[in-house]
Each structure stands twice: as structure tokens, then as C-alpha cells.
């Protein structure tokens, strides 16, 4: 590990121009690749003291062990040498998107003396028409094939095509009519060529024109009694508009333009881009990466950008491209992506109307694509082993832990205040045996003293359950109250089995709380972590230092998983918590009142307020309501408070029971 102040360049020696700087290791590697408006300024960053820095950038910094740079003119040339170092020298350091497949594309070869539409993956060629990409290949073939009756292209291969000229006969698709058969001679290189540029325009959006064409086409057809041509001509137009359909509508005004959103965490972050044109979604694709530098929401995005369009030309770069965040300096990056068209970009974040709610679709794509990333990678059975063996050794237990509780507690300003248990055995989640528990030892807002509490009541029905069998504790209930929550007779299932390691969502105030509950109880021999989200630290009792994983870790990733795992279950179950006491009504409280009667009540009355008023004869003129019933529902409603009025947090005023306002 080098020491980041034996290559610091001496002052003065770095120039206050912009330029891009490279990070070398020992070996002489490059590891790292950066840009920047001013590299004096940008470099003195990384040569402050080690431990003020991003635990990512002092990893760099101590890995590194010199670095050198390049002046350059502008802004915009610095993003295009870095983006070209990048890519010629993979540096460990920077993020870099790769697919986790290769998106295929519908492309025509337009450097042909026949055009050949076809299904194309990797890198793109000069002189071919692309369009896409598309998710699966099957959603080319089907559009191809509908167009085809329409704009009969050829689509054989050279060996194909050479074959069908010797013989003289076309193929199957020349016979049906869904190929000119150029082959043989029928249409020219000219006219053949003709057809694909039409296809051509088809695809990028220009297909109003060309329907109203055809149906002017087919009316005139039928007027010269052309029938079999106006029919024809119909199922053409048809087949187009099922085309059409494959790609939904999403902006009216035909827009052309890209949408790339992000979803992230602390370890990693997925890309998903929506191709436009035409106001219709052309293609998808989406991308993984770790964050294995320090770098925000901007920084992503700009990386995206330069992976997205590094290598595209003319049209592939669209009129517009939205994105979630602008990059630091987003008017150097709008003027390269101007370059790379040719002609103006706009570069912006959508505010309002269709092209937010559309962006918002594209988020939501990601976030499902980074969480289906992390499930997978959890599914399989190495990883699982893997990740369990280093979180073993990160921590020094005798062997792995195939058990892992986590706890987490969930409040708002310090009300209905819970926790949540989760489980996982051998990597993955146990979902029966999740538990969830109501703070009772206090009111207020204590996440130490909350967790003290959650796991010495844990604990304690544990060592309860293995002297005796008892009923279930108040406050501790299944997560689920179906049957995968209950043993074969029955009952609750109980706290019977110890887990090998208590993981809780904090630092070291939780860790030290988790640790002084089981050490009360005189348990010894269950090991305490706690995982901090700031910067995804582990915490062990008594540690001033925490335990840093490596970032790319897969006993990271899983604790991570786990402690995620538990903070959702305890903020589902506060929610409901919430909500119930919000629904809550002085009525329930009524016995034999049922859901019936009280919804007759609040008909009959209008509101809960107007009920309180009402006298005890008034009641009883509620349908199904007796006498009894209706002096038990009278006192009730005298001895509960009146609730606290509701605020209408958009104009402020007071909300009344029946629904008006008060100044």
C-alpha cells in the first residue's frame, strides 16, 4: 500500500488548465482515468489527508503510485480523451456500464448493392442502417415479417442469394410475396433499393405519410373497381398499423429523443435507457455496474452518456436526451453530444407532463432490473457459499454463519414505534420465520434503547424455549398469519433456533446495545455485526474501527441484502400500524357493534361529529339499531376526545368531520 504523499507532484507543477490525469499502479498500470476544468484544483483533492477521504478514493489513492496528465484546450476535448483512455485502458477504478447481454437490432445493409434486412448484435458497421435495440430477437422477426408484405426486402443471406441467381428460382418468400426476389431478377438494384430506403423511413418514425399514401391508394382502387388491388392494399396498411402497435404511443408530439434513469444503492447502480422516436419507445436496454468509485447520481449519469453515445454518429444521437441528474458540467457535455450529431442537443431533467411521467416509468425499470441483478447474483449456490465464508473470515467466526437475524426498528418522529426480525439460512431469506415486535418498554424516539429491548426479548423466549413450550408472547407476531406461519398442531411457531450471527441496521451504539442485551442473558457464543449505510461499514462490539469489506464482496453484498431485507419489513409494518390508528374510530371500541351497524351510522349521520351530537332517540331511528345499543354508542362517544382536527396540507385550513373547512 503506497503512501499517496511519495508521488504528490510538487506545487506549482500542476498546470490550472483543463486535462485529463491518469492514475498508475506499481506495474505501471493504469487504474484510474479522470477529467476536470482545472487539474490543479482536481488533483490537490486526492493528496489530503488519507483518512478524510471517500473510503473508495483513499483504496485509489493507497493503490496508486504515480500519476501524470495531459493538458488539453477545452472542456469537451478532456470528456473525449477520457472517454477514449477508458475504453483503451479498462482502469479498475472507473465505472464502467457492461451489458449483461448483447442487445440485439434490427439493421439494414444499405452498403450493398441489395440491401439485406437482418438481426444484428455487437459492434455497429459503417454504411448499416440501425435501428433498436430490441429486448429479444422474436419481437425483430415478428415486426420484419409484417413489413415485409409491405416493403419485401430481402432478408437471405449471401450464400442464400447466390445460390437462388445460379438456379434461377427464388426462395419460399419470393413465391408468397414477402420478397422482390432480386435474385432472379424481378426488381432491379435500383427499384430494390428504393423499397429498403422506404423501410428504412418506415422505421424512424415516418410512417404517416406513407399509411395516408397507401389509403389514398386503396380509394382510388376501389373507385376503378380494382378490387383485388383496393384488398390488397388494405391488409398492407393493416399489417403496418400491427406494426405500429409493437411500439406504444408514449409522447404525442413525436418526439425523438433518449430517457436513461438510474437506480443505485451504495454498492451498485443500474442504467436503463428508452429509445423514442417518433414519440414511440424503438428500443431498451439497461446495464450493471459496481461503484467502485466515488461517485454520485451526476457522475453516473455523464458515465452513461459516454458509454451511450462514445461511438454514435448523425441520427443514433437523438434531437433530446432526459436524464435524472446533469453532470457537473453538463454544458461541455450537451457540446460534445452536439458534435457527435452534428446538430444541436438538448440535455435536460423533464419538470412536467408526459416526459416525466415517462422518465418515471424508466426509473421504475431500473430499479426492477437492479433488483432482479441482486437476486440473481444471491440465487446461486457458490455466491451464497462464497459470501458466507468471507463474511466469516471479515469477522473472525469459526465457521459460517448459516443462520443471520437481522433487526431493524421503524418509527416516525418517534410514534408507533416497531421493529422487525429477519432471517436468512444458507443465503436466503426464510420468510415464515420473519417476526415483527411493538416497542413496549417506552414511548419515544430511542433506536438504542429500542433495540436492547427487541433483542433481549428475542433472546429470552429463545432460552424459555428450550426448557419449556409456551404460548406466544404479546407483541411478537408472525410476519404472516397464514399457515406458513404456524407449526403442524397449529400453534405459533416458536424462538427455538439460535441463529450464528445477530446483524443489526446501525453502528456502533447499536451494536453495543444488541451485544450488552445478550451478554444480560448470559449468551456467549452468538456472534453481533451491525452494517452502517453511510458507507456500508461493519461494526463489531467494541471496535473503534469498523470492519471495511471490499466493495465488490459478495459477504458485503449479502449483509447488505439481509439488513435491506429488514428495513423494509419494519417500515411495512409501521405503515400498517400507522394507518390503523389513523382508520381508528371511537366506534369500534363499541362491543356487538359490527361493520354493518356502523357504516349505518355514518350514512344515517353524515359524519362522526354530527353522531356525537345526535340524542339517543335520534339514534335509535337508525335502521338495525336498538335501544341498548344506541346508549352504549352515546356513551362511548362522550367519553372519547374529540380527534385532533385534519389539516389540508395543500391550503392549510382546518378540516371539519363533515368534510368543510375552517379558517
Not at 499502479?25 to 483518512?51: C, M, T, W
Not at 427455538?496 to 456467549?524: F, K, N, S, T, W
Request: with cysteine; glycine share 8%; charged share 30%.
Amino acid at each position: 500500500m503506497a503512501d499517496p504523499s511519495s508521488y504528490r507532484p510538487k506545487p506549482g507543477q500542476i498546470p490550472d488548465t483543463p486535462g485529463v490525469y491518469k492514475f498508475r499502479d506499481e506495474h505501471r498500470r493504469v487504474i484510474y482515468v479522470g477529467k476536470a476544468k482545472s487539474l490543479r484544483q482536481r488533483l490537490a483533492n486526492y493528496f489530503q489527508p488519507v483518512a478524510s477521504l471517500h473510503p473508495r478514493t483513499a483504496t485509489m489513492v493507497t493503490t496508486a503510485a504515480s500519476v501524470e496528465w495531459t493538458v488539453v484546450s477545452t472542456e469537451v476535448e478532456a470528456l473525449q480523451l477520457e472517454y477514449s483512455w477508458i475504453k483503451e485502458y479498462d482502469p479498475r477504478f472507473n465505472v464502467k456500464y457492461r451489458d449483461d447481454k448483447s442487445y440485439p437490432y434490427l439493421a439494414v445493409t444499405l452498403d450493398e448493392e441489395f440491401p439485406r434486412v437482418q438481426v444484428m448484435r455487437g459492434h455497429k458497421k459503417k454504411g448499416v442502417r440501425y435501428f433498436g435495440p430490441y429486448a429479444h430477437a422474436w419481437a425483430i422477426r415478428e415486426t420484419v415479417d409484417l413489413m415485409l408484405r409491405v416493403f419485401p426486402v430481402r432478408t437471405c443471406s449471401a450464400g442464400v442469394f447466390r445460390n437462388a441467381a445460379s438456379a434461377g428460382r427464388p426462395c419460399l418468400l419470393g413465391y408468397i410475396g414477402k420478397c422482390s426476389a432480386p435474385c432472379v431478377g424481378r426488381v432491379g438494384p435500383e427499384e430494390h433499393r428504393e423499397l429498403a430506403e422506404e423501410f428504412c423511413d418506415f422505421m424512424a418514425g415516418r410512417t404517416g405519410t406513407y399509411i395516408r399514401r397507401l389509403e389514398k391508394q386503396m380509394m382510388l382502387a376501389a373507385e376503378d373497381m380494382e378490387y383485388e388491388k383496393a384488398a390488397r392494399l388494405r391488409d398492407d396498411i393493416e399489417a403496418l398499423r400491427k406494426a405500429m402497435e409493437k411500439n406504444a404511443v408514449v409522447l404525442a408530439d413525436a418526439t425523438d429523443a433518449d430517457l436513461i434513469a438510474l437506480a443505485e444503492d451504495e454498492l451498485e447502480a443500474a442504467v436503463q435507457i428508452f429509445h423514442v422516436r417518433g414519440g414511440r419507445v424503438r428500443g431498451q436496454r439497461g446495464w450493471v455496474t459496481d461503484k467502485v468509485e466515488a461517485v454520485d447520481t451526476a457522475g453516473l449519469v455523464e458515465h452513461a452518456l459516454q458509454q451511450l453515445y462514445g461511438e454514435e454518429s448523425g441520427d443514433a444521437v437523438p434531437k433530446e436526451v432526459l436524464v435524472p441528474a446533469l453532470p457537473e458540467d453538463a454544458a461541455a457535455v450537451t457540446q460534445w453530444l452536439t458534435g457527435r450529431r452534428g446538430s444541436h442537443v438538448s440535455l435536460r431533467i423533464p419538470q412536467r407532463g408526459d416526459k416525466k411521467d415517462l422518465m418515471e416509468t424508466v426509473a421504475r425499470n431500473a430499479q426492477q432490473s437492479l433488483v432482479l441483478h441482486k437476486t440473481k447474483r444471491a440465487s446461486d449456490l457458490t455466491t451464497r457459499s462464497r459470501a458466507l465464508e468471507e463474511i466469516a473470515d471479515a469477522l473472525e467466526l469459526d465457521s459460517a454463519p448459516l443462520r443471520i437475524e437481522c433487526f431493524d426498528i421503524s418509527h416516525l418522529q418517534g410514534e408507533d414505534v416497531v421493529a422487525s426480525m429477519v432471517v436468512f439460512e444458507d443465503g436466503l431469506p426464510r420468510k415464515s420465520e420473519y417476526r415483527r415486535f411493538q416497542i413496549k418498554g417506552f414511548e419515544g424516539q430511542d433506536d438504542v434503547r429500542s433495540m436492547h429491548e427487541v433483542i433481549s426479548r428475542r433472546f429470552k423466549r429463545y432460552l424459555a424455549e428450550k426448557e419449556k413450550t409456551g404460548e406466544w408472547v404479546d407483541g411478537e407476531v408472525p410476519a404472516e398469519p397464514g399457515a406458513e406461519g404456524r407449526e403442524d398442531d397449529g400453534r405459533p411457531k416458536r424462538f427455538a433456533y439460535p441463529p450464528q450471527l445477530v446483524v443489526v441496521d446501525g453502528g456502533q451504539p447499536q451494536v453495543a446495545a444488541a451485544r450488552r442485551a445478550l451478554d444480560e442473558l448470559g449468551i456467549d457464543d452468538i456472534a453481533v455485526c451491525g452494517l452502517a449505510k453511510r458507507l456500508e461499514e461493519v461494526w463489531l462490539p467494541g471496535d473503534d474501527d469498523p470492519v471495511v469489506l471490499p466493495r465488490s464482496s459478495e459477504g458485503l453484498y449479502l449483509l447488505q441484502r439481509v439488513r435491506d431485507t429488514a428495513h423494509d419489513f419494519a417500515i411495512r409494518y409501521q405503515r400498517s400500524k400507522r394507518n390503523k390508528r389513523i382508520r381508528s374510530s371511537p366506534l369500534d371500541a363499541i362491543p356487538g357493534l359490527g361493520d354493518t351497524r356502523k357504516q349505518a351510522l355514518i350514512k344515517h349521520f353524515g359524519s362522526v361529529k354530527r353522531l356525537r351530537q345526535a340524542t339517543i332517540e335520534q339514534i335509535c331511528e337508525v335502521p338495525g339499531m336498538g335501544r341498548k345499543t344506541a346508549e352504549a354508542v352515546a356513551v362511548a362517544l362522550a367519553q372519547a376526545a374529540p380527534a385532533a382536527p385534519a389539516v389540508n396540507t395543500a391550503t392549510g385550513e382546518i378540516m371539519e368531520d363533515d368534510g368543510g373547512t375552517t379558517a
